[in-house]
DNA sequence: CCCGTAGTTCGACAATCATCAAACAGTTCG
DNA sequence: CGAACTGTTTGATGATTGTCGAACTACGGG
């Protein structure tokens, strides 16, 4: 399971990666809750995507070092990797979960 | 010319809009020049693009609520919307910005 | 009036992307 | 064991994207 180093974060990739409505609603669940699974995610978040497709969102978050995985039974536990995030582009996490901006469209 | 208004911006296609290395070189240069014609960016950012390529990114920008254009004489002039931007996405383009992320890879 | 400069528009093309269903794999619990 | 649950992987498909060259429009200077 890839999990980029920090001073392997790409900007134009975390961008990207944000760039998608699920995504970016994920991320936001993430910062509401802290630590949750892929399905509760989806769930609580009202994401209406096949479970292949939300795995597909989770691997693209990952990958960018968005969030970070563990595995606890059968499930994918997701964190956000704030500290992380907020090292290497300071600011950025912030003002993409800004409250007011919660209409992800 | 399309130009949205500051309620309109949408986060998600602003950040898609960050999310290309041309796109970040360009934003990058408006931010330190000012106001500049698409060509004279294209070449101080060193962007190996064609003009057809950078007149597509310009359009992005600009359809993304980025970046203004004006016309003076045969020359469109570009400038950041520093003030709609920082008012709909505070800190974003600050984040973005900042000089230590320079490499918009 | 013609030529060079500055961009846009129009296909075209290859690459990437978001999406799904189906099959698979690991876990938990009866 | 076997069923239910959680998530991944694997094609497949349609949409979007970044890129280009060529043709086009518009302005400015000799």
Known sequence: ?????????????????????????????LAQVGESACGQIQHDAGLEVSKSTMSHHVRILREAGITHSRVQGARRLLTLRRDDLDARF???LDAVLRPELAETR
């Open 1 to 29: 399971m890839v999990h980029p180093q920090v001073e392997e974060l790409s900007l134009p990739k975390v961008l990207a990666a944000l760039a998608d409505p699920a995504r970016l609603a994920t991320v936001r669940m």
């Open 90 to 92: 300071p600011g950025l």
